[in-house]
């Protein structure tokens, strides 16, 4: 038998032993997704012994090296992984910035010290980590950040304000780009870590047109910070921001395919039952045409990240289109919500309580929610400016 | 990996890249119009093309082929979209000799096939009938008299129809109009009594005409396929056409696209390079990613051609639809990007966009195959 035949077989049996049952079906709503932490909250206990199996594989972390925590899996043996959990419909056992962001952006630019102490605790779920990115007067223009770390001496000392910090709240540490240097923009920015339990951190939660609260303004006022807990150079941290903001546009532009209420919920299957159908065809002819172009639009934006997964694993090709995934997909997300919206009438324009079902309400607050995701970890805009500056070789 | 072309694959890429670039630049074209050529296509360069294989590229060995496949086509298709060269790939390989591949008698493909592979045999599918696609629109006739036929109707936008050697025509042996079942496929011998061509002299400067048949007879041996089913060969032949012509599209969408963003870096205006201008830059962007996607549902449609997958007539229509929007998309923005120059007939960029609105409307634009992708989704 091939090897990979063999881990296949492994796998296959691991999981069927492993696996909860109560792991193997959808999931209810988003308390079901395991984010991990210090405040970690699992509606399930079978979550908990889920999480806890594969981590100690290092499957939270399939591919990162053994030394870290991680899987130490090739590509190949992860896309088995991945497909075995497909196979038998298992959850994801844990959502993460650190396995997403940071871990990644560690993995290549942290000292071996670094590496060991934060990448480990990531892989087992038992630190949640957020992302001090964004700040009032710094959002397309990141660069611009002012939030200042100042030498101490024997610490950094920080003082600033951070925006759209995602969970800051239930988040136990940072991972914060910090200005070094006033008289530099790229060149005076630092990548810290440090602990949101500090003293002067505080983290007071936005309340979104969704109505949800899943991003936060965040506060530091004279926070102390280790000197070990600059990552990279000092002042070289935009290398390191750049780097991350890639893994986070790869996260997001996955969206294109769906997420959030109602994301799985078949277009047609939903017309036919709030517009009715003749012959088999959705009863509103215009209406049939637009879910038409957006499956259509749909399919071909798979195609695409098939192609580019093929070409990037045969070695060629450019990598040019994955320049665009962001863009596309969070744009197609949009397009797809505004879609349901239109579907469901007035049934889908209830805010809470009796008349509605929690899939109507679910996707009327999924469609606003949406709305972020052409700005998020980079604008549209910003992405067109991207593909015109690196893949078009346009002139400023 | 469907997406990854073979090392005979890219090959053939590089032979056609370098043939249609240097053979048939888009000067070729504009010669054809402005001779007012007769054939219009260089029938040297379609010998040429034949001596390349192209001409055989779906006929197997047997039949004096290269047997390419549909993806080899493909490249060829696109490359000959880049400079808009004229020849009778669509009508004589695409569509008629797709037809005797999969309905010919034994006799029909020996006689047919090889000279067709060799550059020899041009020959039309006589099909539609009014101004928009539809295979089931016929009401061409063909009455049966005793065990021969009598083809009488009008059919129109023929393909290569005034210079093809042979016809094949769709018509009605039963059923009445727009029923799928009750249509026939005859080959008929365009210099037939009865036979009336006229060349209709179409924006693009390719090859169209109409024709009329009155009481044209035929005999059993003509007959492609069986008898009142001919709707089930063209469903099929239709989808390889559709999403070869795509192929062709993506050549021209591509090649506009190139030359527009050159032209965005050269052209100055206010002392700048208009390319550094965010109106436009957004606008050209967006195009690069409508263009990727076009990219990948082309090799899709390729390969699904290639591993005869069922869901076949779903991405023919998914990549007509996508191609034939790209297109006009891209030419129109192309002229306006060009200013007053894109507007001029020594801009090559009228040229793509009066191909690129025959193409869309060719085998179904993307109404129809919107129309069509939602009734094969089942809604």
Known sequence: ?396 | MAFVLTEEQQLLRDTATQFFQQRVPLSNLRHLRDTKDPYGFDRSVWKEMADLGFAGILTPEQYGGTDFGPVGLGLVLEQSGRTLAASPLISTVLLCGAIVQLAGSATQRQDILPTIAAGETIMALALEEGPHHNPTHIATTAAANGASFRISGKKTFVLDGHIADKLIVAARTSGKYDDKSGVTLFIVDPKAEGVSITRTHMVDSRNAANISFDKVAVGEDDILGSIDGGSDVLEQVLDIARIGISAEMLGSIQEVFDTTVEYLKERKQFGVPIGSFQGLKHRIADLFAEIELCRSVVLDGLAALEARRNDVPQIASLTKARLSDTARNMTNEGLQMRGGMGMTDQFDIGLFMKRARVAAATFGDANFHRDRYASLEGF
């Open chain 1, 1 to 396: 038998m091939e090897p990979i035949e063999k881990f296949r077989q492994e796998t296959r049996t691991w999981l069927e032993a492993n696996c909860p049952p109560s792991m193997r079906t959808p999931y209810g709503d988003d308390g079901d997704t395991v984010w991990g932490g210090r405040k970690a909250v699992f509606n399930n206990p079978e979550a908990k012994i889920w999480l806890d199996r594969m981590a100690k594989r290092g499957w939270t972390a399939p591919t990162w090296p053994k030394t870290y925590g991680g899987g130490g899996l090739s590509k190949e043996e992860n896309l088995v992984l991945s497909q075995e959990m497909r196979r038998i419909k298992a959850r994801v056992p844990l959502a993460s910035f650190g396995l997403w962001m940071l871990g990644p952006a560690l993995l290549e630019f942290a000292s071996e010290e670094q590496k060991q102490k934060f990448l480990p605790p990531i892989v087992r779920g038992e630190i949640r980590w957020c992302q001090g990115y964004s700040e009032p007067g710094a959002g397309s223009d990141l660069a611009g950040l002012q939030t200042r770390a100042e030498d101490k001496g024997d610490h950094y000392l920080v003082n600033g304000q951070k925006i759209w910090t995602s969970y800051a709240d239930k988040a136990d540490w940072i991972f914060c780009l910090v200005r070094t240097d006033t008289s530099k923009k790229h060149d005076g920015i630092s990548f810290l870590l440090f602990d949101m339990e500090s003293p002067g951190v505080e983290a007071r939660p936005i309340t979104m047109i969704s109505g949800a609260s899943p991003f936060c303004e965040t506060f530091f006022t004279d926070v102390k910070v280790p000197k070990e807990n600059l990552v990279g150079e000092l002042n070289k941290g935009w290398t390191i921001a750049k780097r991350l903001l890639q893994h986070e546009r790869e996260m997001i532009s996955g969206m294109g395919l769906g997420s959030g209420v109602g994301s799985s919920a078949s277009l047609e299957s939903l017309a036919k039952d709030y517009f009715g159908e003749n012959n088999g065809r959705i009863a509103s002819p215009a209406l049939r045409e637009h879910i038409a172009q957006q499956k259509m639009d749909a399919k071909a934006f798979a195609l695409t990240l098939q192609r580019t997964a093929e070409e990037a694993k045969a070695g060629i090709g450019t990598g040019a289109a994955s320049s665009i995934f962001k863009y596309y997909g969070t744009e197609l997300n949009k397009r797809r919500y505004e879609l349901m919206l239109e579907i469901l009438g007035t049934q889908g324009l209830g805010w809470e309580g009796e008349g509605f079902t929690p899939t109507e309400i679910g996707i009327t607050r999924s469609w606003l929610r949406s709305k972020g995701n052409s700005i998020e970890g980079g604008t549209s805009e910003v992405q067109l400016n991207v593909v015109a500056k690196r893949v078009l070789g346009l002139p400023d």
